[in-house]
């Protein structure tokens, strides 16, 4: 959890010094105004003189008691309006902040942003790390857009450090919050693979081999590879060690930190942290506890010694004692290896008893090369006779216990010896195509919920179009109507209709004060009219009636042709009487008398 203490950064203007900057402007303000009348008191004195003297007292007693009146009513006006200013700016600004925070949050959420300590004793996980000042180099724990700064914030060296990972918030030096060790992955999300095996099953040399192999995969598909330096070191000497046939030391108790790396694809990065704990650790469920990866780890690869299984030993005893790359003596059952860590898994890390772990593992027979025979590999898929030799081997039920305590379950067979291994990358890339899969729905899902999101608001826009148009329509001509300038004369100008001429083509049609079909109505139009119209507002007409502006439904007018003899009417607008000028021709009907309408029933 982070600490809630103050941060060695300076808060922002606008969530400190700016309340204090308007709190010493009104109270200067309100120090003047009283000073003044002050003054003006003490120059009428405090004692009233009779004669000449008495003018002077009443001339500035009048004055500080104008300050007091006025000066103090002039104050109040101009602190408002100063107030309601700086509460506008302020409010643009927290809702910048807001928008920022909210993007870099919901950021972190939905790609599942963590940091997680990889170094030795500790392994916990963090929603970010300590991010330090590249100047001053003093840590910064709560490096998110907030009262300090939105894009950036200012040390108290004065240096601008980014807020978000918009910005390269990422690029700064990290630390572990809890340990105070560097975190190479800064904020990410790495991806967790714990290889577990008993002392002696094969895990470091699996490890470097696997690195190995994966660094020829990267080259081969356009990945760019890298190591972390630390890392780095150890892999080049140990690698090194494998390829001139020497056996690698096992990994010593109480000295586990991660081994990191990188897989780089345009701006794509993926992280991974492999734990080879030592083999003594799964001998006791309390070591294992203290293995706090184990919250938050993607995928396991089990490492099983062939020679783990009692039967095995027996048939290979002979080649066990004279085999120097083999001790008898520290081979452990693979049984007891597999219910230390199920048991932990259980105890400590959120298991049910009846729970399955829903995680990728990889059960995985090193030492192949040692028992091809018995594992009769290329006559079926390695899955299956690995499934075969373990239960040809096993005095339990392995397999079964398997299969109902983890539901995401494959099983390899590899070799491994540095440049000449086979089969190594094998666990590796069915976890690593796994986990891209995922990531990929998680994406989908997100980016659909998204775009249902967007598409349900655009929607409801379409849907209001014709209120929305409507109400714009009033909001720009109630401006328009506002005279800003003084009148030259008492004349009103007429309303000069455009020149888009439309004729009417129902039989009686409703002239309305307002796009409303409960608005007053003004007078009618009848079939065959002719009307200028002024433009088209969602399902209304705006037209010239009489010479004044009015409104109809816009479904029951029709485009004008002048080379038919419907229009050979009198533009309707003129202030005449329509029902005794109407003019009609041989082809038009008498105006027949029908329910007046505004929308078709």
């Not at 006791?284 to 039967?311: C, G």
């Not at 079926?380 to 239960?391: L, R």
């Not at 800003?484 to 009686?508: G, L, M």
Request: hydrophobic content about 40%; overall charge positive.
């Amino acid at each position: 959890m982070f600490k809630r203490s103050k941060q060695p950064a300076i808060k922002s203007y606008f969530f400190g010094k700016g309340y204090r900057d308007l709190a010493n402007t009104i109270a200067d303000a309100w120090r003047l105004n009283l000073e003044k009348a002050q003054d003006y008191f003490a120059e009428g004195g405090y004692s009233f003189e009779f004669g000449l003297g008495a003018f002077k007292s009443i001339y500035y007693w009048a004055a500080g008691i104008c300050v007091v009146v006025f000066g103090t009513s002039l104050f109040l006006v101009l602190s408002v309006i100063h107030i309601t200013i700086l509460f506008l700016f302020f409010l643009l600004v927290y809702l910048m902040f807001s928008l920022v925070w909210a993007i870099d949050a919901f950021y972190r959420f939905k790609e599942k942003i963590f940091a997680a300590c990889p170094n030795q004793g500790c392994y916990q996980k963090h929603k970010l790390p300590v991010y330090h000042c590249p100047n001053c180099n003093v840590g910064h724990d709560r490096l998110w857009p907030n009262s300090y700064g939105i894009f950036k914030r200012t040390c108290e060296c004065g240096h601008k450090i980014p807020t978000s990972f918009i910005n390269g918030r990422n690029k700064l030096y990290a630390t572990c919050p809890s340990c105070k060790n560097p975190i190479p992955t800064k904020e990410g999300r790495p991806i967790i693979i714990p290889i577990v095996g008993a002392r002696n099953a094969g895990k470091t040399t699996y490890m470097h081999s696997l690195v190995n192999q994966i660094e020829l995969y990267a080259k081969m598909k356009n990945y760019k590879f890298s190591i972390e330096k630390s890392s780095e070191v150890i892999h080049k000497n140990e690698i090194s060690k494998l390829n001139r046939g020497e056996k690698l030391q096992p990994t010593q108790k109480g000295t586990l930190v991660a081994f990191n790396f990188n897989l780089i694809k345009g701006k794509r990065k993926y992280s991974f942290y492999i734990y080879d704990a030592a083999g003594e650790t799964y001998q006791k469920s309390t070591d294992v506890e203290r293995h706090m990866f184990y919250n938050y780890f993607n995928a396991l690869i089990f490492i099983i010694d062939p020679f783990s299984f009692t039967i095995m030993r027996e048939n290979y005893a002979e080649m066990i004692r004279k085999s120097n790359q083999i001790n008898a003596n520290e081979i452990v059952d693979i049984d007891d290896t597999y219910d230390i860590l199920v048991t932990s898994l259980e105890k400590s890390f959120g298991v049910g008893v009846k729970d399955k772990v829903a995680k990728e593992t990889a059960f995985v027979i090193s030492k192949a090369d040692l028992v091809e025979d018995e594992l009769k590999l290329g006559s079926e898929p390695i899955n299956t006779n690995v499934k075969e030799f373990i239960n040809s081997n096993s005095e339990t039920d392995l397999i079964g216990n398997i299969a109902s305590k983890f539901s995401k379950v494959r099983y390899f067979s590899v070799i491994s010896k540095g440049k000449d291994s086979e089969r190594v990358e094998s666990p590796f890339m069915w976890i690593f195509k796994r986990e891209l899969m995922k990531r990929r729905m998680r994406r989908l899902v997100f980016n659909s919920i998204l775009l249902l999101f967007l598409g349900a608001c655009g929607f409801g826009v379409y849907s209001a179009r014709n209120h929305i148009a409507v109400a714009a329509y009033y909001v720009v001509d109630g401006f328009k109507s506002i005279n800003f300038s003084i009148p030259k004369s008492k004349k009103t100008p007429q309303v000069q209709p455009v020149k888009v001429k439309q004729y009417i083509s129902i039989a009686t049609l409703n002239v309305r004060e307002r796009a409303n079909s409960s608005a007053r109505v003004l007078g009618k139009f009848y079939k065959n009219d002719v009307v200028s119209v002024y433009l088209f507002i969602g399902n209304w007409a705006k037209v010239d009636y009489k010479g004044k502006k009015a409104f109809v439904f816009a479904k029951y007018i029709k485009p004008y042709d002048s080379s038919a003899q419907v229009n050979k009417k009198q533009v309707v607008g003129k202030k005449t009487d329509n029902l005794k000028n109407r003019v009609t021709t041989k082809t038009a009907a008498p105006p027949v008398k029908k329910k007046i309408l505004d929308k078709p029933n």
